[in-house]
């Protein structure tokens, strides 16, 4: 069964940055892209970010777009978000995404495959 898993969050100060990770295990899928969301509290869950797996395409939401990086690792099926000039309002947790096919890859019901998601929380 597929499993992915983050890890690497943490609590930073504003303007500090931090970078999470994404693993996959358990199985083999064919990856189409991987997606970055996060979810705030009281809030719904939100895009940050996606990359397509093959050419390594990426674009982002405005609010992290210039900030925000992810990359990505073939070899080792690992995706990463650097996040850097961290803002109060990035305080989240944030959950990595697995699509198969190409579908709605800013929505998550374009998604397959979920982490469990790792809390960052930048301070003031």
């Known amino acids: 069964q597929v499993q992915l898993v983050e890890s690497g969050g943490g609590l930073v100060q504003a303007g500090g940055s931090l970078r999470i990770s994404c693993a996959a295990s358990?199985?083999?899928?064919?990856?189409?892209?991987r997606g970055w969301f996060r979810q705030a509290p009281g809030k719904e869950r939100e895009f940050v970010g996606y990359?397509?797996?093959?050419?390594?395409?990426?674009y982002y939401a405005d609010s992290v777009k210039g900030r925000f990086t992810i990359s990505r690792d073939n070899t080792k099926n690992t995706v990463a978000l650097q996040m850097n000039s961290l803002k109060p309002e990035d305080t989240a947790v944030y959950y990595c995404?697995?699509?198969?096919?190409?579908?709605?890859?800013?929505?998550?019901?374009?998604?397959?495959?979920w982490g469990q998601g790792t809390q960052v929380t930048v301070s003031s």
């Open positions: 358990g199985g083999t899928f064919n990856s189409y892209g």
């Open positions: 995404a697995a699509a198969t096919t190409l579908k709605s890859t800013t929505h998550s019901q374009g998604y397959d495959y």
């Open positions: 990359i397509r797996w093959s050419g390594g395409m990426t």
